[in-house]
């Protein structure tokens, strides 16, 4: 048996190893595409404006010198070394570096946050001594929790580093095609090059956004190839150039070269660290797409193959340039410059395509960051299309899709240079990375319990290179650096006066949400007629009766048999598993058939339709009534103590030894379940009455249920065949009187106008309109 053991052990080791491998070769087309392109665009912005090339060779080697430091202190020793590990149970990004403080240090910004939900798997996996061994952890760690303003300044900053990266999700596309597109100018005359560089590059451009709707997965497999051939070419042409012009360029590495740049350069110098600053661009997408990968194939595919093909293609260039100062052409500094004019259109068009997939990476990111914004309640609802049943996370938003698209193009005509778009460009990349430097150094705090001076250490040192970078691109402000400056800042409005909004909003339903008394007083029958059928009453509150119930109540003339208090929301972690999905609990007495069900999801999480998403909130609630009913001795004595007690249950797939649904189209189906089984079964219609959809509940013949849960569960499966309705809140937000003037913009015009254009919070359901009834209500916050 241990020999057994032991074969199969290593057989999953080499199984793990080869699968390590194929991520690593297909993280080169998702992570690395932005960053293996580059050298298109790092020497021609660097050489642009600010220093020129001279025959002292001080100006390139310099540049060489930055590029190769730059290169490896911030991708190779700061993301891979140290940031990848701080993943959010195996997701990475902004948010998943605020998620892990929000569980750490309990600043969450999520209102319906429960303590049950500290219970989930992925929530304590790595909670375990939550707190800070150290004394000055621990201050900071009750500092943050008792102060409201540094838990806003905290998601603030997350949010302006998310805004950045939207910014770059719309610069990138634009600098990337435009300088692929670029290498045509030493192709034709100056005259003709004006009129064909812009209208290729919109068209490329037109044609990317147009394909987003078939999904990454119809051409993923491409992806990989086109930049593996793209690294093999820029490396090998590198080498060539190296070997050929000056095979001594590898001294210019030494950061002496770096002291004489800037000593001869000095003011101008320090300008150009801007385009120097575009060698890294892409880098922080090593630990955002970390999720569809691991960390280890990610260090695997750019320590072996990504640096040393960019620190190659960067001496090759620099190795042409040294040996050529008075070249008749504008384009003197360029990447197409330096490659043999015999393969110029055929890396031409390998540029174009390493291009397109580096501009498809980045979109990708796009879509997935906003949909953990709106997950966490700080973006308005917008349509998420999932467009691989087998990948997770590949996602299409068609509204942020065109409105990325028309910005695109608007930033590509208005500039029609890569100088201003790399100005743009890299102040989005840096104003993200001093964001993920700042959030790290309170994650070696409070979530690793390392030393302050750690933390002090780490801001200090890359920060300080981050910063003159930093620096370097706000000189450009002018010439093209405002752009994600006002992109971040329109983006930033919208999601904190969603954000306000949504708050306000769930005060207002705590502060407002009827007592459990009320419902005792109306009896069993809730004072009106109740009819067959199952209504889900959609909420965001967790515990209490939502205001807008009595306001049903006193309108309506009957209600369903089964009423379900539905709350869908969001946690401060990347997925819930299926087996922690719902909590259940009974509203009242067992026989008011008033359920409240929660249902959790992880802001990574694909949410189901509605077919499957019904089964498994109904089967949720039959498990819930019969494990239940086998706790002996069971009594609820005073119902309105037990308002808040819930049960953890999975869906369907994940108990498979607890009840299970079927239903079937005709009643003349008698299939015998397996023999530890049994079936619960609604009585047939009447002959006369027309058929209608079968449900039964499959029961584990042990432990016995009592009759009580029997017939709630009989009730149950009645209401389910009768059909589901969803009863919807239609809430009109209205600041109150004596609000301030800004709160009544805010509220009154900014939130309401973004609700109005927004997906209504129960679109994830795919709610019918056929059963759907909506009652308006308004909200005076």
Known sequence: MDLETGVYQNYVKKESWRTVLTLAYQSLGVVYGDLSISPLYVYKNTFEEDIRH??????????????????TLVPLLKYVFIVLRADDNGEGGTFALYSLLCRHARVNSLPNCQLADEELIEYKKDSIGLTPKSGFGSSLKSTLEKHRVLQRFLLVLALIGTCMVIGDGILTPAISVFSAVSGLELSMSKEHHKYVEVPVACIILIGLFA??????????????????????????IGLYNIIHWNPHVYQALSPYYMYTFFRKTQRGGWMSLGGILLCITGSEAMFADLGHFSQLSIKIAFTSLVYPSLILAYMGQAAYLSRHHNIENDYQVGFYVSVPEKLRWPVLVIAILAAVVGSQAIITGTFSIIKQCSSLGCFPKVKIVHTSSKIHGQIYIPEINWLLMVLCLAVTIGFRDTRR???????????????????????IVLCWQKSVFLAIAFVFFFGTIEALYFTASLTKFLEGAWVPIALAFVFLIIMCVWHYGTLKKYEFDVQNKVSINWLLSLGPSLGIVRVRGIGLIHTDLVSGIPAIFSHFVTNLPAFHQVLVFLCIKSVPVPHVK?????????????????????????????????MEFEKDLVCSIAEFIRSGSTSPGHVNEDPSKDEDKMTVVGTCSSHTEGIQMSDDDAYNIDTAGPSELK?????????VMKPRKRVRFIVPKSPEINSGAREELQELMEAREAGIAY?????????????????????????????RNSRPSTYALSVPHASTLEVGMIYHV
């Open 54 to 71: 001279s025959e002292t060779n001080e100006e390139i080697f310099g540049v060489l010198s930055f590029v190769f430091w730059t290169l």
């Open 679 to 687: 079936e619960i079964r609604s009585p047939p219609p009447p002959p």
């Open 421 to 443: 778009m790399g100005n743009a460009s890299g102040l989005a990349v840096i104003t993200v990375m001093l964001v993920t430097t700042c959030l790290m150094s309170l994650v």
């Open 727 to 755: 009863i919807l809140g239609h809430s009109y937000v209205k600041a109150k009187q004596g609000s301030s003037l800004i709160k009544k913009l805010v509220v009154n015009y900014g939130y309401e106008f973004l609700r």
């Open 578 to 610: 299926p087996e922690e999905r719902f909590l259940v609990g009974h509203i009242g007495p067992r026989e008011y058939r008033l359920y409240r069900c929660i249902v959790r999801y992880g802001y990574r999480d694909v949410h189901k339709d509605d």
């Open 211 to 236: 394909l987003q709707h078939y999904g990454t997965h119809r051409v993923g497999y491409l992806f990989a190839p086109v930049v593996l051939l793209w690294l093999l070419c820029i490396s090998a």
